[in-house]
């Protein structure tokens, strides 16, 4: 074999070794891949799996809270009805209620009286179509403006079938104060319970339309979350067994 010979084979054994060395990079690279393809999956099957079984935890605790207890206790209402009218009173039956959707007045430092006195004043000016079952002050005050067994224009598609709560506001970041947090939680618990509602009733009028409102329950997820801790806290501690439940208007 002359050099020329030896050169090509050297050159030839070097490519093949490169070759072997370049496919066993891939196939390790391939490897480590996959390897790490599983053991992202594997680790999203056990988050998903530890999130359901806290998710069904929790649902199971307020099925148990719901289904065996709830608030009798009317909380004090200051029965203001609007006056029948087509813009905030139509006077159109409830037949059913599925849901209570709470919302904010977007107005801040006016009182429950001044919102209900604006929704009465749509008779007349007929701006447009707006009212709430109730209103919640800075004080805690409740003002009920139409009853139970007729609709309110506040919850667009859902009007037919919830009862709205309207809250006071003290400033533009639509924080409920202490006053009005605590009505709305035995307002809240009390409607829950007079139609037979668990906490995944309780929606914000965001959740019907995609509106702020109420802005800090949007802003704050988290806080909404706590909400709905704190009315099944409150039907644990403050309520009594059901027996034969009966609607009233």
């Not at 800075?138 to 139970?148: D, F, K, S």
């Not at 079938?161 to 506001?169: A, M």
Request: proline fraction near 4%.
């Amino acid at each position: 074999m002359d050099e020329y010979e030896k050169i090509r084979q050297k050159k030839r054994e070097e490519y093949r070794k490169r070759h072997r060395a370049q496919v066993r990079r891939k196939q390790l690279i391939t490897d480590a891949v996959v390897i790490g393809m599983i053991i992202i999956l594997i680790a999203a099957i056990i988050i998903v799996g530890v999130q359901r079984a806290r998710k069904a935890k929790q649902e199971e605790v307020k099925a148990e809270v719901t289904s065996t207890l709830y608030n009798p206790t009317e909380p004090k209402l200051d029965v203001e009805l609007l006056t029948p009218n087509p813009y905030s009173r139509p006077q159109k039956a409830l037949d059913k209620v599925n849901g209570i959707v709470v919302h904010y007045t977007a107005n801040p430092g006016t009182t429950a009286r001044q919102n209900r006195d604006y929704f009465n004043g749509l008779a007349e000016t007929k701006k447009t179509k707006a009212s709430s079952h109730f209103v919640i002050g800075l004080e805690g005050e409740i003002v009920q403006c139409i009853p139970c067994n007729e609709i309110s224009y506040a919850s667009n598609n859902r009007n037919n079938d919830t009862i709205s709560i309207e809250c006071c506001i003290e400033d533009e970041t639509g924080k409920f104060n202490d006053s009005t947090y605590q009505s709305l939680i035995e307002l809240t618990t009390w409607l829950m319970g007079r139609y037979d509602l668990s906490a995944d009733d309780v929606i914000r009028h965001y959740d019907v339309t995609g509106k702020k409102c109420p802005l800090y329950f949007v802003e704050h997820e988290d806080v909404w979350e706590q909400f709905h801790r704190d009315l099944d806290t409150y039907i644990k501690e403050n309520g009594v067994p059901k027996e034969n439940s009966t609607e009233n208007n």
